[in-house]
């Protein structure tokens, strides 16, 4: 992974520090230092940028027919039992098990917003389009997060690094409902994701 090696680069790792203390993202160096790891620190120094009493909610595994995709987790500032995830900031980042199209996650990515009747079809589209523009395509170890902030929209990460902006809130809303709407189709992981179920 490109964050890993470039933490290895003396001169790097002093760019990628001064760059995200710049930014004000300052967690960054203690996380490294806390966890140990560069895996680690993505999911530290992304959730802390925007949530500095972040912890995380849980985490599941997506399979389809028994054929892993990814795993998730979901990192918050809220309890279980007091997250709305249409106005609380949160974190959810896919560890993907495989390689996908960027433009196929984008298609199925509106398919599961239309199946939660969000939408219609010519927003659908437009929706579908600023997807298939920031999707990146994935490969086996990828980390693929989005970073939401109620009222603005979110962020979306690529192995820590930013690779898109949503600025409409409702296709921003629309798109982590796939996850953690009520009415998603995979609601047990959910139930995971949230922390409601063990």
Same mark, same amino acid.
């Given at each position: ?69 990814? +795993?998730?987790? #979901?990192? @918050? ?8 995830? *249409? &106005?609380?900031?949160?974190? %959810? ?74 600025? +409409?809130?409702? #296709?921003? @809303? ?8 009520? *009415? &998603?189709?995979?609601?047990? %992981? ?9």
């Amino acid at each position: 992974m490109w964050f890993s090696s470039t933490l290895k680069n003396p001169r790097l790792k002093h760019f990628v520090f001064a760059t995200a203390l710049a930014l004000g993202v300052a967690p960054l160096q203690t996380a490294l230092a806390q966890q140990g790891t560069a895996e680690a620190a993505v999911l530290s120094t992304a959730a802390a940028a925007a949530l500095p009493n972040a912890k995380k909610m849980g985490e599941a595994t997506m399979r389809w027919f028994g054929l892993k995709l990814y +795993d998730c987790q #979901l990192w @918050s500032e809220k309890a279980p039992g007091q997250f709305n995830f *249409k &106005t609380d900031k949160h974190y %959810l980042e896919l560890v993907y098990a495989r390689n996908f199209d960027g433009e196929k996650i984008a298609e199925k990515s509106r398919e599961e917003i239309e199946n939660q009747g969000v939408g219609k079809s010519a927003q659908l589209d437009q929706w579908q389009k600023k997807l298939t523009e920031i999707i990146p395509n994935v490969n086996k170890g990828t980390r693929l997060a989005a970073l939401y902030v109620p009222g603005k929209g979110m962020s979306l990460l690529k192995d820590g690094l930013p690779v898109g902006e949503v600025s +409409d809130p409702e #296709l921003a @809303s629309a798109f982590m409902g796939i996850w953690l709407d009520p *009415k &998603t189709s995979e609601p047990v %992981l959910r139930e995971k994701l949230i922390g409601l179920k063990k």
